[in-house]
């Protein structure tokens, strides 16, 4: 996988990079010196900081862009209220406005100097007075570099902390000691395993010895802003790099224990260390198959949860084999729990769950013994998320048995044939009863209720079997079923 940083960027000198962070920024000029003109005429100092001057530096700068200044939130209101094209305050308990500015997104919050009470780790908000506090308690030593804007446009280059000597290495090292840093706030643990897989970084030996012992804090942390941190890592360029990092300082045990926990189920093909490299690997597999419209958030999250269910499922056999019978259901039932317990929306539950309980539906049907049935329920079970299975099936081979891959892969390409064949005669995407509950209750003579449903069940389910059947041949299977029911559907 190619280094998420400027292909160049780990052999530049200072200068080289301090010129592509010019580049990045000339793209931003018109903004920069108008926003460094409004500061200044209101007396008040402005600074590009955090992840925009590393972002440029890298030469990946995008339209967000995050300042810092002394202007206090109010004072900030009053100026920027008729300069941005839109402005919103929702973060301004914390000293951030926001600013939309043509294409681009401005973040801009007072100078910080916060302290944390050590018991939910939230920061008691206090506001400083200067850069270099400001800049010492931000997470890591590259997100603490500043460049001054005034009505030029962008200025001085500000690095008290050393920041561009370690970007250059490609190091995560933080400010102060990482004890402090971590123990202020310990969600920066997991920031560091988000941005080894956003920015291809390697930690610093403090800061890996730090992770590890203070693993057990970041169950301080809540749900919400643990699933943030752990999304941010899996859309990374490199999120198998963060999900190893996590795993091995033990911040996956408080997070994601399920994941190390694969460790200990050795794969039934014997073709890999274990179930965890397996997971990785079909990870790194389905990214390879995105396509143009990735990164998929979904897509690998079902990718890196759909074997989780192994280790609960591990059976040692007779012959000497390690089977994992129906490691797909629980492996649904667990990925549903964990999701719920980081607080995901509902629907993402529904659909990681899904395609984990769908993974190995494929590899039920053997070689070429697809019935049209088979076809439409594997096609109506997956629903909206069939693209996505079709994927993660695929990314699932791992074998280093080349005829056995092709195979597989063989097999896969001739059901999709199968399911655009079928498609082209029946509409699959809608698979539903020839009749609706109107035309059953008035065949039937019932109102609306239980019997209804069970009807419309068995046309659901006479439609999947047989295809779609004519209004004469559907009526008389409905009464059929209902004669065979008593007359009353029970």
Same mark, same amino acid.
């Given at each position: 996988m190619p280094d998420p940083r400027r292909e160049s960027a780990p052999g530049e000198t200072d200068v080289e990079l301090l010129a592509a962070a010019q580049v990045s920024l000339n793209r931003h000029a018109e903004v920069l010196r108008g926003l460094g003109q409004l500061f200044a005429e209101h007396g008040h100092e402005l600074y590009l900081v955090g992840g925009s001057v590393r972002d440029a530096l890298l030469g990946r700068l995008g339209a967000d862009l995050d300042f810092t200044t002394d202007a206090r939130p109010e004072q900030m209101q009053r100026f920027l209220r008729g300069w941005g094209d839109a402005l919103w305050d929702t973060g301004i308990e914390f000293g951030?406005?926001?600013? *939309?500015? &043509?294409? !681009?997104?401005? =973040?801009? @919050?007072?100078?910080?100097?916060?302290?944390? !009470?050590?018991?939910?780790?939230?920061?008691?908000?206090?506001? *400083? !007075?200067?850069?270099?506090?400001?800049l010492v308690r931000r997470d890591f030593t590259v997100n603490a570099m500043a460049v001054r804007i005034t009505a030029e446009g962008p200025g001085e280059f500000l690095d008290p902390l050393g920041g561009l000597t370690t970007l250059r290495a490609g190091v995560l090292d933080t400010p102060s000691a990482p004890e402090v840093s971590f123990d202020d706030d310990p969600l920066r643990m997991l920031r560091a395993a988000r941005f080894v897989s956003q920015l291809g970084?390697?930690?610093? /030996?403090?800061?890996? @010895?730090?992770? =590890?012992?203070?693993?057990?804090?970041?169950?301080? %942390?809540?749900?919400?802003?643990v699933a943030a941190e752990l999304d941010k890592m899996l859309l990374g360029a490199d999120p198998i790099a963060g999900i190893d990092l996590m795993v091995e300082t033990g911040l996956g045990e408080v997070v994601l224990?399920?994941?190390?926990?694969?460790?200990?189920? %050795?794969?039934?093909?014997?073709?890999?260390?274990?179930?965890?490299?397996?997971?990785?690997?079909?990870?790194?597999?389905?990214?390879?198959?995105?396509?143009?419209?990735? /990164?998929?958030?979904?897509?690998?999250?079902?990718?890196?949860?759909?074997? %989780?269910?192994?280790?609960?499922?591990?059976?040692?056999?007779?012959?000497?084999?390690?089977?994992?019978?129906?490691?797909?259901?629980? *492996?649904?039932?667990?990925?549903?729990?964990?999701?719920?317990?980081?607080?995901?929306?509902?629907?993402?539950?529904?659909?990681?769950?899904?395609?984990?309980?769908?993974?190995?539906?494929?590899? *039920?049907? &053997?070689?070429?013994?697809?019935?049209?049935?088979?076809?439409?329920?594997y096609v109506t079970d997956a629903g909206p998320l069939l693209g996505r299975l079709h994927k993660l099936v695929r990314a699932d081979c791992t074998t280093r048995n080349k005829r056995r891959a092709a195979r597989?892969?063989?097999?896969?390409? !001739?059901?999709?044939?199968?399911?655009?064949?079928?498609?082209?005669?029946?509409?699959?995407?809608?698979?539903?009863?020839?009749?609706? &509950?109107?035309?059953?209750?008035? %065949?039937l003579g019932i109102p609306a209720g239980p019997q209804v449903g069970k009807a419309w069940?068995?046309?659901?389910?006479?439609?999947?079997?047989? &295809?779609?059947?004519e209004r004469d041949e559907a009526i008389a299977e409905l009464l059929t079923w209902w004669n065979q029911q008593g007359g009353s559907g029970v």
């Open positions: 951030t406005l926001g600013v *939309g500015k &043509g294409a !681009d997104r401005l =973040e801009l @919050t007072t100078f910080r100097a916060d302290t944390y !009470d050590q018991v939910s780790r939230n920061p008691e908000v206090r506001f *400083g !007075d200067n850069l270099a506090d400001d970084f390697t930690v610093a /030996p403090r800061v890996r @010895t730090a992770l =590890e012992q203070m693993a057990p804090q970041l169950g301080r %942390i809540t749900a919400e802003r224990p399920e994941i190390g926990a694969m460790r200990m189920a %050795i794969d039934e093909h014997h073709q890999h260390k274990d179930v965890y490299q397996h997971s990785l690997t079909v990870l790194r597999q389905a990214i390879d198959l995105e396509g143009p419209d990735g /990164p998929d958030l979904v897509l690998r999250w079902a990718a890196l949860l759909h074997d %989780i269910g192994k280790p609960d499922t591990r059976r040692h056999e007779p012959d000497g084999g390690v089977s994992f019978h129906h490691h797909e259901v629980v *492996g649904a039932k667990m990925t549903r729990k964990r999701m719920r317990a980081l607080k995901y929306s509902k629907q993402m539950v529904d659909d990681v769950s899904q395609l984990v309980y769908l993974h190995l539906r494929f590899h *039920g049907y &053997g070689d070429g013994r697809w019935t049209d049935s088979a076809v439409r329920r597989l892969q063989a097999n896969y390409d !001739d059901l999709e044939r199968r399911i655009e064949e079928l498609a082209a005669k029946e509409d699959l995407a809608r698979v539903r009863p020839d009749l609706d &509950g109107n035309e059953i209750m008035a %065949i069940t068995y046309l659901k389910e006479l439609r999947l079997d047989r &295809g779609p059947l």
